[in-house]
């Protein structure tokens, strides 16, 4: 009986005799495992991307708006009665349960200007504890205080982008800009975000006390009232309670009967982001399963080749037999071939696709995210094929009769 050592020597140079050959039968294999760790790389990339944004946003949000009107039967759409006021803010605040911190807002676009340079921007009219709920950092200067608010003070807090399009290089810190007409003092400035997984640039916005902005920068119709109420529970088990809790606040403040639409609408942005993760593990999975098509068929290329080789070397495996191997040798020489046929494939396949996925990163601009385990996954994959179709060659090839094999032609 030959050892292992022996087998795996003979296989090795039975694969080098053929060298195009073998190249070519492990063709499909280079390209099903590249497929795969360029798929994968990609959605890992924008499931992370999505995560980052996701994160910037803020966790364990509620997002608080103004329902729908309707006007003779037709319905106008969101926000176009605002509905919510600062009062049913702080009622949120001091007796919904599981509330962390509440912030009123209210956001209309304006131009800004200093000295020559101007800026349209957002112009977003809140309170401090807004910058804690979205993740907003102060980088310099300092944020509302109380007496902003309650004296309808005009200072403001400017994100980079605003500050480089007005300032360039200038420290912004105490200078005065106009929001629209009106002189504001810029006292703080944020910490650059980037943009959110919409494209919107998160740095491009303003904030100034929402008394400010009801009072002298904003026109309304329904003076007090807000665009929308932002909440952040202390936790994601507190979450639904909030909700529940903030409902019933509302309902009441609102009367509003059973029978009755609800004149606010109430998101949670949680559902949202576990809808948009899941959607985007979906997508990496069909990717990556369309790609894996490709180690199919790559497999099944690899069982044809090796039913050739069976054929054409049927004098071979009739002289081995005859010298004293058995039929488990033969296949097990067969499954070697077939494996390092596959494996060969799967190591160069997956520099390729480690080399496309930047590529991709490099001229396309796309988020991706190498793991090891969506390299060990391809090259697992590929070993199992190698095996699992190379095994009934390596079958057929150990049935064969030594007599009938050293007579063939």
Do not use: C
Request: hydrophobic share 45%; no cysteine.
């Amino acid at each position: 009986m030959l050892d292992f050592k022996s087998i795996l020597k003979m296989a090795t140079i039975s694969l080098k005799i053929n060298k195009m050959r073998s190249m070519l039968t492990s063709l499909g294999i280079i390209i099903g495992v590249s497929a795969v760790i360029i798929m994968l790389a990609v959605g890992s990339g924008a499931s992370k991307k999505i995560a980052a944004d996701m994160e910037s946003m803020g966790s364990n949000l509620l997002m608080i708006r103004s329902a729908s009107a309707k006007a003779g039967g037709v319905r106008m759409g969101a926000g176009s009665r605002p509905t919510l006021t600062l009062k049913d803010a702080e009622a949120i605040e001091a007796k919904a349960r599981g509330v962390l911190a509440v912030a009123p807002y209210s956001s209309e676009g304006k131009q800004l200007t200093y000295g020559n340079q101007n800026w349209s921007t957002t112009v977003g009219g809140t309170t401090m504890p807004y910058f804690m709920i979205r993740n907003y950092e102060i980088e310099a200067g300092r944020g509302f205080l109380l007496e902003d608010n309650k004296n309808s003070t005009k200072v403001a807090i400017i994100g980079q982008t605003v500050a480089t399009e007005l300032f360039g290089d200038v420290d912004p810190i105490n200078k005065t800009i106009r929001v629209g007409n009106i002189p504001f003092r810029v006292v703080g400035l944020l910490k650059a975000k980037g943009s959110s997984g919409m494209g919107q640039d998160q740095d491009d916005l303003i904030f100034i006390p929402i008394t400010t902005a009801q009072r002298k920068v904003f026109g309304t119709d329904f003076p007090g009232t807000v665009n929308m109420i932002t909440v952040k529970a202390q936790n994601e088990d507190t979450l639904s309670i909030a909700q529940e809790d903030i409902k019933e606040i509302l309902k009441s403040r609102h009367n509003i009967g059973k029978n009755q639409d609800d004149d606010f609408e109430i998101r949670n942005l949680a559902e949202m982001q576990e809808t948009i993760k899941s959607t985007t593990r979906t997508m990496s999975l069909l990717l990556g399963a369309i790609a894996g098509v490709s180690l199919i068929v790559g497999g099944i290329g690899i069982m044809n080749i090796m039913l050739v080789s069976v054929t054409e070397r049927t004098k071979e495996i009739g002289i081995r037999m005859a010298i004293g191997a058995k039929a488990s040798d033969i296949r097990i020489q067969f499954l070697i071939e077939s494996f390092l046929l596959s494996m060969v494939g799967g190591l160069i396949g997956v520099l390729i696709g480690i080399a496309g996925a930047h590529l991709m990163h490099a001229l396309a601009g796309m988020n991706i995210a190498i793991t090891a385990s969506s390299i060990m996954l391809s090259l697992g994959f590929s070993a199992g094929i190698g095996i699992g179709f190379g095994y009934y060659p390596a079958y057929k090839a150990s049935l064969l009769n030594p007599i009938d094999a050293l007579r063939y032609e």
